[in-house]
């Protein structure tokens, strides 16, 4: 089945450690996003990737990393310099412009 | 500043009953819309899209409404039935930005049997 796979679903994680979520897909969609959801405040752009071994900020890069090695796969890491870390994190993929993106299941991420 | 708003936090209808969500956005190179439906711990999925081109786009119980002159996008459900109870999104791109979406606050519906 063609879709896209985020994992773990719950992320636990003490202040001061950093963490990677991992975001996968096989729809050979070449666009890759990550969103963050906070209540109230709908989804909010981190960083996105338009092709492979490259990527751009969204609005709240802050204190996060991503890598886009292979087309497949564009990991988040959520480092310590991120002041709120504890959210919802969505990873979506896209064909391009005019078309849907598909949203993974997204990560709980908690800071305990 | 919030590019793509949506006013109301949430809508309670009856079930049978149309349910019209909003969307308001202030960029104009916007020139296509998109509508998401989610599920509490759970990512969107996809419900209806209207390119800048048309006014509406009809899918099903889902209608898509876009008065480009206003800035304002909405979404009709009907008849609305109690497994639509969701939040509900509005996202908006455009060409010059290859697929990156923006989105609203979102609004929660509430079908009531």
């Known amino acids: 089945d063609g879709g896209i796979t985020q994992s773990p679903k719950y992320l636990f994680r003490k202040e001061g450690q950093n963490v990677t979520l991992s975001c996968e897909q096989n729809?050979?969609?070449?666009?890759m996003y990550w969103y963050r959801q906070d209540p109230g405040q709908g989804l909010r752009l981190i960083y996105y990737?338009?092709?492979?071994?490259?990527?751009q900020k969204g609005d709240i890069a802050e204190g996060y990393s991503v890598s886009r090695e292979k087309k497949e796969s564009f990991p988040l890491t959520v480092t310590s310099a991120q002041k709120n870390p504890t959210a919802f994190y969505l990873c979506a993929s896209s064909g391009g412009t005019h078309t849907e993106a598909f949203f993974g299941q997204g990560t709980r991420l908690t800071v305990v | 500043d919030q590019q793509v708003k949506q006013n109301s936090p949430s809508l309670s209808v009856q079930e049978g009953r149309i349910s019209i969500l909003n969307c308001d956005y202030t960029?104009?190179?916007?020139?296509?819309f998109l509508w998401y439906k989610k599920y509490p711990a759970e990512g969107p999925t996809f419900l209806i899209s209207?390119?800048?081109?048309?006014d509406k786009n009809e899918d099903g119980r889902f209608t898509v409404f876009l008065n480009k002159s206003a800035k304002h996008l909405s979404l009709h459900i009907v008849p609305s039935q109690p497994g639509d109870s969701a939040v509900y999104f509005c996202?908006?791109?455009?060409?010059?930005?290859?697929?990156?979406?923006?989105f609203g606050q979102g609004t929660t519906l509430q079908v009531k049997p």
């Open positions: 996202a908006a791109g455009s060409s010059g930005n290859t697929g990156k979406l923006i």
């Open positions: 729809l050979n969609h070449d666009a």
């Open positions: 960029n104009s190179m916007f020139d296509y």
């Open positions: 990737s338009q092709i492979v071994n490259d990527f």
């Open positions: 209207i390119s800048s081109i048309k």
